[in-house]
């Protein structure tokens, strides 16, 4: 499996011109900080075809599955937190671009999160991939009638609304202004039960608020030891919320394979070869 290279970690490709469009494939989730937060000038897009991401779009969080189309408006600042076993395709265009700019989608000037279904979704992937060709190729007579042809379709609304309280305890937990916390403790701040926190996360994004906390903590960790290297093994446990390290270095090695100081210098190694 491949890494996913998001476009807008290369800025040489979207400033070739006015659409831009790839295929991206992850088979392993990674840290927010491989994927840079951007806040870019023109409208960006991501069509799932497989696999999961969770995206923070202007303070609001977003889970775009398989089958689901996210667009994301110009000007907009986002970044993801998550992503697993990701296979679709991401872009980006300006509105100059575009021969038409009524579409529900554009004028609503608000992110939009659209769900394909079923033979509708295979539909789209064989559509952006036929785009990608064609940019390739330098068609975009092509690519104007089939994103005028996708644009048109995400004037409904998705059929799903995200929960507030479940939006509310992404927000909090990637929040990295904010000291982790257990699943009690989010729901103590959200002012519900445990139980419900865990029914609400597990209803609307089907992985339990738990998983969801071990998510943020290996996304966070590998932050703090990439970073800050002063930080001790003990010091990055106890900023994650964990009091015990041992535990702490356990839950490491048994997500990524490595203990804490050994993924540290396998990064060492990679950042700064030879040394």
Known sequence: MKRIIPYWERESDWLKGPFFI??????????????????????SF???????????VDGKSYLCRGGQFLLIPDHTPFAVHHYKDLVGYTGMFTLSFLKDVSYGCITCGKPVLHTFWFDEA?????????VTAALARGDSG???RAMDLILYGLQSPAKEKAHPLVSRFLEMLFDRDRTMDSVSGYAARLGISPSYLNKL????TRHSAMDWVEIARINWAKTLLKENTDLSV??????????DPSYFTRFFRKVTGSTPSEFRKQVNRIIRPGE
């Open 234 to 243: 003990s010091e990055v446990s106890y900023a994650l919320g964990i009091d």
């Open 201 to 204: 996360v597990r209803t609307q």
């Open 22 to 43: 790839k295929r991206v494939e992850s088979g392993t989730p990674v840290g927010s900080t491989e994927i840079p937060r951007a806040n870019l000038p023109e409208y």
């Open 122 to 130: 295979a539909f789209v992937g064989e559509i952006l991939d036929r």
């Open 142 to 144: 092509y690519i104007l």
């Open 46 to 56: 991501l069509f799932m075809l497989e696999g999961e991401v969770l995206a923070d």
